[in-house]
């Protein structure tokens, strides 16, 4: 720093905080505040100063009719503290919607049915799972491959004659010799209840 810095500093140094005094002399602030603590002179620390409760009252009385931008210059207060003030106060504006088709399932005001994997809810413990159904959890639980049952056009339908291995369509014979190739045991459970 020059002399003339230098000076400047110390002089101003006990009523001016250090960020101002930084910018005045133009020098950077933490450069200035280590150099006048060697010399043992303190500067005051910078507050912001409170946000008048006039000013939150503002906001919670015009938030809907006005953007932050505009409670900003109607109330002096930065627009990010005024945000941050509508966020304290739980005041959150309304997302916009986004364009395309409503969806029907919604519109129609019917429940949206639970699905697993993507394909078909999953049963209930009532439901009995015949034994090519318990193949193709073996075959899932083995390689993580889905495996599902599909109708003839290739969409999956819970009561199809057909299952979708991957990318391979399976008669239900092929699905399952594939699941006794890997050590599907469909009388495993009897074995161990006797």
């Given at each position: 720093m020059t002399a003339e810095q230098q000076a400047y500093a110390l002089a101003n140094a006990p009523t001016t905080p250090v960020c101002i005094l930084a910018k005045a002399i133009g020098r950077d602030a933490s450069t200035l505040a280590r150099w006048l603590k060697r010399r043992g002179v303190e500067c005051p620390r910078l507050y912001i100063e409170r946000v008048e409760q006039t000013h939150e009252q503002y906001v919670i009385a015009n938030w809907l009719g006005q953007s932050d931008a505009e409670l900003s210059a109607n109330t002096g207060v930065g627009a990010e503290t005024i945000r941050k003030m509508r966020l304290k106060l739980g005041l959150k504006r309304p997302q916009p919607k986004r364009g395309g088709k409503p969806n029907p399932v919604k519109a129609k005001g019917k429940p949206k049915p639970a699905h697993t994997n993507g394909?078909?809810?999953?049963?209930?413990?009532?439901?009995?799972?015949?034994?090519?159904?318990?193949?193709?959890?073996?075959?899932?639980?083995?390689?993580?491959?889905?495996?599902?049952?599909?109708?003839?056009?290739?969409?999956?339908?819970?009561?199809?004659?057909?299952?979708?291995?991957?990318?391979?369509?399976?008669?239900?014979e092929q699905m399952l010799a594939k699941a006794y190739r890997k050590g599907f045991d469909p009388d495993a459970w009897r074995r161990l209840a006797a």
């Open positions: 394909y078909f809810r999953p049963r209930s413990v009532e439901q009995p799972k015949d034994t090519a159904d318990r193949a193709a959890e073996h075959i899932a639980s083995y390689d993580r491959t889905p495996v599902f049952r599909i109708a003839d056009d290739g969409k999956p339908h819970p009561k199809g004659k057909l299952w979708r291995y991957g990318t391979t369509r399976l008669t239900t």
